[in-house]
Structure formats: structure tokens, C-alpha cells
């Protein structure tokens, strides 16, 4: 089946240690894309790849790097400078620019 | 640039009432229009799209939504929801112009009670 995997489903880590969440998606998509979503706020965008080797800033991208060396994968590494990472994170890719985005399951990261 | 406002935060119906979930919209250009729903600590998963052509669009699970240009909405509607209804949904606006990015607004939690 197509889709997008993110992994894990869950995730924790202390305060001053970076993690990079997992994306990877088999539906041939050239964009793709990392929210964040908080409770009560809608999703945010943190960084958006059109193809590969290339890759964009979103709103709220400081604290976040990611990259994209292969079309199925774009992780996302949350680093010690990003001030308030405790949050849900999905991963979504698109067929072209202004398409739906399909969704993975989301990531929820707890750092204490 | 975009944005999305949805009116209602929380929806409460009863179970095999009607709903209307309500989204406005703002853009300077013409655009594509989106909802989504999310079950709990799940991803997003596509209920139907505006891309062109009829303003009324029918999606998954008995929804609909009709665009209209002149103010500016693309309301969601069932007919009659069931308790498997109960989950959030975002409206999502992208304009035509080639950005490829999605605007989401602030949710809607619909709660079906038995």
C-alpha cells in the first residue's frame, strides 16, 4: 500500500538533546512538508521540500533543520534550540505545488 | 498571502442531527480549499476538495461543502452524523498560483452525542 510512515509513534527526550523524527513516503510525491500542531492551534509549517536536495523554510522553522538527500524521506531534526519542542509533529507530501497533501500518523514528542 | 478563520472552536450535535462546520477564507488571488479531518492522535486525512468546476463538492462519510465566491466560505455540511463523526476538522486554503503551500485554520472539534 502507499502511504506515509512516520516513526516513531511516540517519542521522549531530555532537554539539550537533539532527535530527528522519521518521514518517509512511497507515493512517488515530489513535495514535502513538516508541521507542527499544538492543542487549540491549527498546523504550522516548519519546513516544505519541492524536490530534492532543496528545501524551504516555513513559519516557524528556527529550532528545526531537516533535509532531503532521497524523494522518499525528509527528516526532521529538532535541535536544543528550539525553545517549546514538546508537540505533535506530522509529515505530509503532494503530487505538485497547491494539490492535497496526504498525512502521515504524526509523531508526538515529549522532551523534560 | 492566505488565511483561514473557522468560526466555531467546539460543535456540539446530537447523533443523527445535522451539522454545518463553517470556514471563511481570505485571498487576494483565486484559490484551492481543503478540509480535513484528524481522529484522535492520528494524521490528517483528506474529506473533500474545491479545485474548480461545481461549487458544491462532495466528499467522504456524507459530507459536502459548497464554495462561495462572493463571501468568501466553504461551509461543511452531513446531513445526519454519527458517533464516528467525533474528531477534529480543519479547513485548508492554498491559492492557484504555483506556492505550494497549505493554510490551515484553527480547527473545529465536532462532538456527536449519543
Redesign the interface.
Known amino acids: 500500500d502507499g502511504g506515509i510512515t512516520q516513526s516513531p509513534k511516540y517519542l521522549f527526550r531530555k532537554e539539550g538533546q537533539n532527535v530527528t523524527l522519521s518521514c518517509e513516503q512511497n507515493l512517488n510525491h515530489d513535495a514535502m512538508y513538516w508541521y507542527r500542531q499544538d492543542p487549540g492551534q491549527g498546523l504550522r509549517l516548519i519546513y516544505y521540500s519541492q524536490i530534492v536536495n532543496d528545501f524551504q523554510k516555513g513559519d516557524i522553522a528556527e529550532g528545526y533543520s531537516v533535509s532531503r538527500e532521497k524523494k522518499e524521506s525528509f527528516p526532521l531534526t529538532v535541535t536544543s534550540a528550539q525553545k517549546n519542542p514538546t508537540a505533535f509533529y506530522l509529515c505530509a507530501s503532494s503530487i505538485a505545488d497547491g494539490y492535497e497533501q496526504y498525512f502521515g500518523p504524526g509523531t508526538r514528542l515529549t522532551v523534560t | 498571502a492566505q488565511s ?1 478563520t473557522q468560526l466555531d ?1 467546539q460543535v456540539p450535535v446530537f447523533e443523527e442531527a445535522p451539522v454545518e462546520l463553517r470556514c471563511n477564507y481570505s485571498s487576494s488571488v483565486s484559490v ?1 480549499l ?1 478540509w ?1 479531518v484528524q481522529y484522535p ?6 474529506l473533500l ?1 474545491y479545485l474548480s468546476g461545481s461549487t458544491l463538492v462532495k466528499g467522504i462519510n456524507g459530507f459536502e461543502a459548497e464554495f462561495n465566491k462572493s463571501q468568501t466560505s466553504f461551509h461543511l455540511r452531513k446531513p445526519s452524523v454519527h458517533i464516528s463523526d467525533t474528531a477534529e476538522y ?1 479547513c485548508a486554503v ?9 493554510f ?4 473545529t472539534r465536532l462532538t456527536v452525542i449519543p
Open positions: 483561514v472552536s484551492y481543503f480535513y492522535n492520528q494524521g490528517l486525512q483528506l476538495k480543519f492554498s491559492d492557484q498560483t504555483g506556492a505550494n503551500n497549505l490551515f485554520g484553527t480547527g
